[in-house]
């Protein structure tokens, strides 16, 4: 809705916001009508207001949903392996991979990994093992002499995508 000393010459349905061609004697202004109120822009704000309406109302449309905060770093003990074989996911094993108790960090779970030197980086649990219980991850590594070097350290790990 416009202003009575304006009239309003054309108009846009976006979601629950309008977006108006306002005339107003002689200057011609867009308008955003947003639940009754028309909220007059110069050319200047026009370009800005109309492409942030956009993604707004894009985002709404696609179900686009902002990034949830990573979770706080939880301490871990690291190793590695490095056999070549099919993961408990069923892909050969791979750079970035690691194994994780499935109670702790589900399969298909995104983690970051903290305080292992050059290994820091992100990685995708596709791997289980016996012997990885509670807050411990094996780290694939290729080459298993570099494995056995890499032993035993405790590491940060910040899940930045779970499966659950």
């Known amino acids: ?12 349905s976006m979601a629950d916001s309008t977006v108006c061609s306002v005339f107003n004697g002689s200057l011609h202004r867009i308008a955003v009508c947003v639940g009754g109120m028309a909220l007059l822009m110069t050319r ?47 892909v050969p094993v791979a750079k970035g991979v690691v194994a994780a108790d499935p109670a702790v960090l589900p399969l298909g779970t995104v983690i970051r ?3 292992a030197a050059s290994y820091d980086g ?28 890499f032993g035993r350290r405790s590491v940060q790990v910040t899940v930045m995508r779970s499966t659950r």
């Open 113 to 115: 990994i903290r305080g």
């Open 122 to 149: 992100t990685y995708r649990v596709l791997d289980t093992g016996l012997l990885i219980r509670r807050r411990r991850v094996d780290v694939y590594i290729a080459d298993c002499a570099e494995a056995r070097r």
């Open 1 to 12: 809705m416009a202003p009575a000393n304006l009239s309003v010459t054309s108009s846009t």
């Open 44 to 90: 200047v704000r026009r370009s800005v207001a109309l492409g942030m309406l956009m993604l707004a109302v894009s985002a709404c449309s696609h179900r686009i949903r902002p990034a949830a905060p990573a979770a706080p770093p939880v301490l871990f003990t690291a190793t590695a392996y490095c056999t070549n074989r099919l993961t408990a996911s069923g």
